[in-house]
Every structure is written in structure tokens, then in C-alpha cells.
């Protein structure tokens, strides 16, 4: 079995995995960062994102044998900077219900807020389109990527 040498947040790390092993399964079952979730296995739903090389992939879709030097981050690993302003704004606005997406969802608007520091919804929406939350608080999430970006929403 080969071994692959990867930077984790932050940290060095060598895992023996088939070439094959989807990232979501090195991360959970190898590494025991089971923050990042596994959804669906086919790139649908989203819950597995994670940074990679600083953008937002879906886990379960990258081989580990793909991931080669770029940094992956988990949101374990999501720096205080960005993760702090997340998690309050989460909070605030009771974005979260069952919370199975959240980390997905949070990790998604890292991404966006990395290179749109305020977004307008419809950036927003672009950006986590694919997250699919069956709680249905897709307003609540919006509400808090404004207030993460420091401009709370005009909607109810």
C-alpha cells in the first residue's frame, strides 16, 4: 500500500491508503478528524468540504492519491480568524438545527469569505448552492455570512 505524505492543518502527516481512498475516509478513519461529514459519497450534498491548496473541495470526491503537496485544511483546523467570526455569526442567527451540515457549510463560507470579504446574496447563494442542509435554514445561513462579513442582512 503506498504511503502519502500530507500537510493537514498545519501538520505534517503520513498515511498508508489505497491511491483510490477518497480524502473524506483518510481524514475520518486514518487521521480521526471526523469533523469534515460524509453525506452522500458523490459530490451532491457538500458536507464533506474541506480546503485544499486554499479552496473549497468536496472530500469525498479527491482521491488521495490527487491531493499531492497542497495544504488541506479540515475545520478542526480552520484558523481562529476565520473560524470565530463563523461560529458567532452561526450562533446569532440559529443557522444550525440538526447541525450535520454545519461544518460543511462553514467551511464553504470560509471559502468564500477568503476572496469576497463581503458578499452580496446572490455570491452567497452562488458559493453554497450545493449545500444541501435538511433542516431547511438556508435564510438563517445566508443572515450569517453577512454577519460573519460584518453586514448583517436587510432579510427577515
Known amino acids: 500500500m503506498p504511503r502519502f505524505d500530507l500537510l493537514v492543518n ?3 502527516r503520513s498515511v ?6 477518497p480524502l473524506v475516509w ?3 478513519d486514518l487521521l480521526g478528524l471526523t ?4 453525506g452522500c459519497g458523490i459530490g451532491q450534498c457538500r458536507a464533506c468540504t474541506v480546503h485544499v491548496g486554499g479552496r473549497a473541495v468536496y472530500a469525498c470526491q479527491l482521491p488521495i492519491s490527487r491531493v499531492g503537496a497542497r495544504p488541506v485544511v479540515t475545520i478542526e483546523g480552520l484558523p481562529e ?3 470565530a467570526p463563523l461560529e458567532r455569526a452561526w450562533v446569532e442567527e440559529k443557522a444550525a438545527q440538526c447541525g450535520y451540515c454545519q461544518p460543511g457549510q ?3 463560507a470560509a471559502a468564500l469569505l477568503a476572496v469576497t470579504p463581503a458578499p452580496t446574496d446572490a455570491e452567497i447563494d452562488a458559493a453554497l448552492s450545493g449545500h444541501l442542509c435538511r433542516c431547511g435554514t438556508y435564510g438563517r445561513i445566508r443572515r450569517a455570512v453577512h454577519r460573519a462579513a460584518g453586514r448583517p442582512s436587510r432579510e427577515p
Open 10 to 12: 498545519g501538520r505534517r
Open 16 to 21: 498508508d491508503a489505497p491511491a483510490d481512498m
Open 26 to 28: 483518510v481524514l475520518r
Open 35 to 38: 469533523g469534515t461529514k460524509y
Open 81 to 83: 480568524r476565520q473560524r
Open 106 to 108: 462553514i467551511m464553504g
